[in-house]
């Protein structure tokens, strides 16, 4: 069975600090891989995938087939991606449903 | 089309009786989610259609939950005989159907059971 796993409830960074959320898969097969976020009083979204392979809002993601991690990263952070972070995983053969990690409370302090 | 739409966004209810969610996806989306959402977790998913075929449901899905999409548009899950555990946020996504797309979220139903 899949699964994701983020260690951190919450990371409280500086603005202008870089960021590094960590995201950790365990699945056999080759899954895809997703960072959800969730601002205040919103629904949750799409940040970025990683077949894609863009950069969204000064975010990267990059997977590590070795060490089964897709950490979500930006170099200097802004007060306003305060917001929740999920790690998702996804397999073609299941419909597309998406298994969540935990989340990741990111706060950016002035 | 403003996005994925849930009603109601609140509901409270006493233990025991029966709730009814309601979803309408993304009009040209085929693919419709059902997730369920609890206090410090990440969603879980819960079942998914497309078109109207029920395809996928989870071991989490008593007998006492169940979902229809009869003509392939909206979706309604259904929580028979309530119990205080099944108190959550329960949210719909939508999809195209290629492989990866990407899903869609509504605003997600809140449920408090008391």
């Known amino acids: 069975a899949q699964r994701v796993t983020q260690p951190e409830k919450l990371l409280s960074v500086f603005k202008g600090a870089p960021v590094e959320l960590k995201c950790n898969y365990s699945y056999s097969g080759s899954p895809e891989l997703f960072w959800y976020v969730q601002y205040s009083r919103q629904r949750l979204q799409l940040l970025l995938r990683h077949i894609s392979r863009e950069s969204i809002k000064g975010f990267t993601a990059d997977l590590n087939k070795g060490e089964t991690s897709f950490h979500l990263k930006k170099p200097f952070a802004q007060e306003e991606d305060s917001a929740m972070y999920y790690c998702?995983?996804?397999?073609?053969?299941?419909?597309?449903?998406?298994?969540f990690g935990t989340g990741t409370r990111l706060a950016v302090r002035p | 089309d403003t996005g994925v739409s849930q009603d109601p966004r609140h509901k409270i209810t006493k233990r025991g009786q029966n709730v009814t969610f309601r979803c309408d996806p993304i009009?040209?989306?085929?693919?419709l989610y059902w997730y369920r959402q609890t206090l410090g977790q990440g969603p879980e998913f819960l079942t998914y259609f497309q078109n109207e075929a029920q395809l996928e449901k989870s071991r989490l899905l008593s007998d006492r939950f169940s979902a229809e999409r009869p003509k392939g548009s909206f979706s309604t899950l259904e929580i028979q005989r309530t119990e205080q555990g099944d108190s959550a946020m329960y949210l719909c996504?939508?999809?195209?159907?290629?492989?990866?797309?990407?899903?869609?979220f509504g605003p997600g139903t809140r449920l408090l059971v008391l």
């Open positions: 996504a939508s999809s195209s159907s290629g492989s990866g797309e990407t899903q869609y």
């Open positions: 009009s040209e989306h085929n693919r």
């Open positions: 998702a995983l996804s397999r073609k053969s299941s419909g597309d449903k998406l298994t």
